[in-house]
């Protein structure tokens, strides 16, 4: 069994996912539902199996995949979803599975054969659109099965039930939880009316728009499309082949800088990195995302070069508030030292990293707290514990 | 002609310059010896152009190196070094060179034919040995010319100048400086008794060694090449085609962990990433690494496993003091929020090189002073203002 694609980016793991739903195979898909003690993913971690064994995403870091793929088999040809529980909990020896490879925590995993009830998942997280997605681990004996799965859109508050009986499901109970956790890209198993439902929140990915067709901006694209940034390139004049010149980002497009905002969606999901090392090129640019109020700006290039931009914002009578430079990070990047083009790229993608998941950057040595926040999620739910059911 | 390979990780750039020199090809070498204001690499940035304009490295991010191209082709025909100077201030149009792409101050490039001279560097760089290499940018009428070489072992002090006459080098004078670029990995021109030198400190790369074979590894290993370190994958019982597994390491080994000491150099220059996920073995290898006095211990999982080594460790009469565990970083990482296997490495990789470099990893935006610190070179020197000669 290969194991080339264990460890991708899980915007990939999704996209295999829609690939192998059009290709009609026969796949398992293993989704983390819930945890206890120091697992090594969160739950909503997925996996997807095909019949010769192949997988794409990671759950345990090794040590279990190969009993999941066993598993899977089994439910492959059973057709039906089944939740297994794994006691990864390091004894004295350190050694499970006689593996030699210990692993941790508590993990409860739910396989099911992937089908057509997965597809709005995949076309919301496609378009850009959080989702929750709703999965029942255990219907209490009503009307529900394991398996039987639900949509809650968190824009207009809706949840739509493809395949079963809607008056079947909690909606109004499940609302909080499932709104909450699709805002934050979040999962937990909880409990509403007795029924015990996994509340997986896909939240789109993040987009980074990157401003700039110099050499330093081929390593900014690869590192974030790594680290799930649907990334797009954009060029001013003169850029030519930018799809070719940069194949690791998603999208690439020619446009003006006073076009910006007709041209790119600029919302709170933009992540923007200008480098176009352009001055006025660059200051047009800043403007127009300061205008659109993007949650992250990051000018490539030093203090002294913005405080100019301000001298001529002021000149033409657009002088941004404190507040509105807030998002403005100039220079920008984490501090991390590094001279080269990729070291480069790799404080910038870190410092947005960072931004997009409402962190200070430091070492993580240094936080109070654990590392993965434990889910709250209200009214009806007791998935705080995290004690699998 | 092809961009494909203007950014790629330096120690490529170096893998390259060794290539080249044994295929005994009529490359051109391209360094930055000096700059002035806020350029985009600093000194020593290098790039090699072939006789069919393929280029590897980057100097100027895009806007000069068409025009370097040109100017190696003249080299190469001439057979001799040359050195130009690129004023790229940015005027208040921004916009130079007619490219539409601005680019930042002066800089000082020397373009010369790649040759045996430079040989002693890449062996070095390949050895895992710091050394300065000593190039003549203007001989002030002297015997010595542009483009005559030395090179200086900060480990004995020596200068060995292999094709000139030793006597000619100001070896006493230079010793400072050089040793204090060697060590620093930095770069600067220097003038010496009337001569005028630029000072390259090729600093071995640091090894970063990863303990562990499980599906988050290959990221790290992916992330950590791409920012420069040489990168070691260490398995334990059991590990095995573990060089097939992770092509992105430079070398992989299998071992036990009470020989890791034996089987692997730990020095100062060695960053090391404990993942095996099985505590006994996380649990020895973090002891030997302490032992070792390596500058960075990374270990994944939760700060109150450490906590459970350490009473380990004081059960068996081996009590760490504070100083010693300064160089522990558990939970390994930086605090970047982000849960996939790749943004873990991210997180890891960005801790690594934060600590490799010796900064504390925060938003530039927060830091005093410039990006670049200005190289500070002593006696008999003036390199500290950047000015080219």
């Not at 190969?66 to 057709?79: H, K, N, P």
């Amino acid at each position: 069994m290969t194991q080339r694609n264990w460890s991708v980016p899980e915007t990939e793991v999704v996209q295999r996912i829609r690939d192998r739903l059009d290709a009609d195979g026969t796949d398992v898909l293993a989704t983390v539902v819930d945890i206890e003690g120091n697992a090594y993913r969160r739950p909503g971690a997925k996996m997807l199996l095909d019949a010769e064994g192949t997988g794409v995403g990671s759950i345990t870091a090794g040590c279990l995949e190969d009993e999941l793929v066993q598993v899977a088999s089994e439910v492959r040809a059973a057709g039906e979803p089944r939740l297994v529980t794994y006691d990864l909990m390091e004894d004295d020896e350190g050694d499970v599975w006689g593996l030699g490879v210990g692993c941790n925590g508590v993990i409860e995993v739910l396989l099911e054969p992937l089908t057509e009830t997965y597809r709005p998942a995949v076309s919301a997280f496609a378009d850009g659109r959080d989702v929750a997605v709703v999965t029942v681990l255990d219907g209490d004996d009503g009307p529900l099965e394991r398996g039987d799965r639900a949509y809650y859109d968190p824009v207009d508050g809706s949840l739509s039930t493809p395949a079963a009986d809607p008056a079947a499901w909690p909606a109004d109970a499940l609302a909080g939880s499932a709104a909450d956790l699709a805002e934050r890209g979040r999962a937990a198993t909880v409990t509403v009316d007795g029924l015990t439902l996994f509340v997986d929140g896909l939240s789109a990915p993040p987009e980074l728009v990157v401003f700039g067709t110099g050499h330093d901006v081929g390593p900014v694209t690869e590192l974030a499309a790594k680290s799930d940034f649907r990334v797009t390139v954009v060029g001013f004049r003169g850029a030519v082949d930018l799809a070719d010149q940069f194949p690791a980002a998603d999208r690439a497009l020619t446009t003006s800088p006073a076009s910006i905002a007709d041209d790119l969606t600029l919302g709170g999901n933009t992540y923007a990195v200008v480098m176009t090392h352009n001055f006025v090129d660059d200051r047009l640019t800043v403007e127009a995302l300061l205008d659109a109020s993007v949650p992250y700006v990051g000018l490539m290039g030093p203090r002294d070069r913005f405080e100019e931009m301000r001298d001529a914002f002021d000149e033409e009578g657009r002088t941004f508030t404190e507040a509105e430079l807030s998002s403005l990070y100039t220079p920008v990047g984490l501090d991390l030292g590094g001279g080269s083009p990729y070291q480069i790229a790799h404080s910038i993608v870190a410092e947005v990293l960072a931004v997009a998941n409402d962190r200070t950057p430091r070492h993580l040595k240094a936080r109070e707290g654990p590392i993965h926040e434990r889910v709250d999620v209200d009214a009806g739910a007791d998935a705080d514990t995290g004690v699998p059911r």
